[in-house]
Antibody
Framework: QVQLQESGPGLVKPSETLSLTCAVS?????????WGWIRQPPGKGLEWIGN???????HYNPSLKNRVTISVDTSKNQFSLKLTSVTAGDTAVYFC???????????WGQGTLVTVSS | DIQMTQSPSTLSASVGDRVTITCRAS??????LAWYQQKSGKAPKLLIY???SLESGVPSRFSGSGSGTEFTLTISSLQPDDFATYYC????????FGQGTKVEI
């Protein structure tokens, strides 16, 4: 079973860049898996942010596409999220997750709260 | 983009009740639909994949049905541990979640 753990700053200032990392254990980041990010604003529903596959094939939510970058660090067996020009609307719990092709997200990290505030 | 609409948003029920949640897709997604359960402060847990397949370890009181654009999640006899929020998700074209259904006492 894949184990995932998010890490990163819990507070980001408006207009700055949110950066999070997801450490993967129990599986190689270079394997035939999709590695994804999902967020959940306080008291609201889930929003898919994007996936990375085969180390460099990315798919992003069209509503966030211009601000999002997901990348892989094979040396550390982890993947990362960068979200630029953040506003209060980006305040959310951010989850990393994994799935195989043709499957939904089966393994999730515990989530990390990121607050955007000055 | 494929939109997912769940109903109801909130459902009040009692232990032992049969509960049904509906999810509609804005276009056909065949059977590329999953259901998740989320409890407060926790990550979502996969219950059902491919519309009707039960994830390993999930109690058999949970079942899913449907194809195309209309899907249902049924809990045959609600247990105290089942009070939570449930989300549908399409994964045919990227991923989209429904807005969630809170099952409360």
């Amino acid at each position: 079973q894949v184990q995932l753990q998010e890490s990163g700053p819990g507070l980001v200032k408006p207009s700055e860049t949110l950066s999070l990392t997801c450490a993967v254990s129990g599986y190689s980041i270079s394997s035939d898996y999709y590695w994804g990010w999902i967020r959940q604003p306080p008291g609201k529903g889930l929003e898919w942010i994007g996936n990375i596959y085969h180390n460099d094939i990315t798919h992003y939510n069209p509503s966030l596409k211009n601000r999002v970058t997901i990348s892989v660090d094979t040396s550390k067996n982890q993947f990362s999220l960068k979200l630029t020009s953040v506003t209060a609307g980006d305040t959310a719990v951010y989850f990393c997750a994994s799935r195989s092709s043709g499957w939904p997200f089966g393994d999730w990290g515990q989530g990390t709260l990121v607050t955007v505030s000055s | 983009d494929i939109q997912m609409t769940q109903s109801p948003s909130t459902l009040s029920a009692s232990v032992g009740d049969r509960v049904t949640i509906t999810c509609r897709a804005s276009q056909s997604i065949n059977n590329w639909l999953a259901w998740y359960q989320q409890k407060s402060g926790k990550a979502p847990k996969l219950l059902i994949y491919r519309a009707s397949s039960l994830e390993s370890g999930v109690p058999s009181r949970f079942s899913g049905s449907g194809s195309g654009t209309e899907f249902t999640l049924t809990i045959s006899s609600l247990q105290p541990d089942d009070f939570a929020t449930y989300y549908c998700q399409q994964y045919m074209n990227y991923q989209t979640f429904g807005q969630g259904t809170k099952v409360e006492i």
